[in-house]
T-cell receptor, first 114, second 115 residues
Framework: NAGVTQTPKFQVLKTGQSMTLQCAQD?????MYWYRQDPGMGLRLIYY???????DKGEVPNGYNVSRLNKREFSLRLESAAPSQTSVYFC?????????????FGPGTRLTVL | AQSVAQPEDQVNVAEGNPLTVKCTYS??????LFWYVQYPNRGLQFLLK??????LVKGSYGFEAEFNKSQTSFHLKKPSALVSDSALYFC?????????????FGAGTRLAVHP
């Protein structure tokens, strides 16, 4: 199993450009998450999908949209990138929502917005 | 406000010595607590969790953590540190808020183990 995979690994955008971060998991997990990691702030939840067909906002959803394409894939879109969105983005998945099992994380996408 | 605090930005330990990475939490109800580790340029990896039962939980790579309800702490420990333990460590608590279960992460503590 590859676990949770993310593409691309690195990306540089200019302000106002758009892009989609891709995430896929091969563990048949129901729930998927997008986080951003900023220095000194831990991880903050952007959006999550408790199950296929549902998506909900997390703590910091402004400027982002998501699509749960199928059970495996959960993409994050920046419609008009801003320098404040420079961050490392992590996708994660979990077997069942609402249960106490752990999340599995992808390797991250390092995004710089100029 | 419900939160997780890791009071140390960095912990320095000599190889072979015991290590402790501190975590305190402020949540209502019974907390579900987690420790994750992040190696350079990698995603977070699960180390261990406390849900209920024995206050001392054992996890991966020889790590353990002690849940202390009265002190609202969940410190990560290892009896003998290795250089390869050098990484960024995150404490997290699961809580139900805003209609969903979510993980609240601490800011992270960088562990540096010196030969």
């Amino acid at each position: 199993n590859a676990g949770v995979t993310q593409t691309p690994k690195f990306q540089v955008l200019k302000t106002g450009q758009s892009m989609t971060l891709q995430c896929a998991q091969d563990m048949n997990h129901n729930s998927m998450y997008w986080y951003r990691q900023d220095p000194g702030m831990g991880l903050r939840l952007i959006y999550y999908s408790a199950s296929e067909g549902t998506t909900d906002k997390g703590e910091v959803p402004n400027g982002y949209n998501v699509s749960r394409l199928n059970k495996r894939e959960f993409s994050l879109r920046l419609e008009s990138a801003a320098p404040s969105q420079t961050s490392v983005y992590f996708c994660a998945s979990r077997r069942l929502a609402g249960v106490d099992n752990e999340q599995f994380f992808g390797p991250g996408t390092r995004l710089t917005v100029l | 406000a419900q939160s997780v605090a890791q009071p140390e930005d960095q912990v320095n330990v000599a190889e072979g010595n015991p290590l402790t990475v501190k975590c305190t939490y402020s949540v209502s109800g019974n907390p579900y607590l987690f420790w994750y580790v992040q190696y350079p340029n990698r995603g977070l990896q699960f180390l261990l969790k406390y849900i209920t039962g024995d206050n001392l939980v054992k996890g991966s790579y020889g790590f353990e953590a002690e849940f202390n309800k009265s002190q609202t702490s969940f410190h990560l420990k290892k009896p003998s540190a290795l250089v390869s333990d050098s990484a960024l460590y995150f404490c997290a608590v699961r809580l139900f808020s805003g209609g969903y279960n979510k993980l609240i992460f601490g800011a992270g503590t960088r562990l540096a183990v010196h030969p």
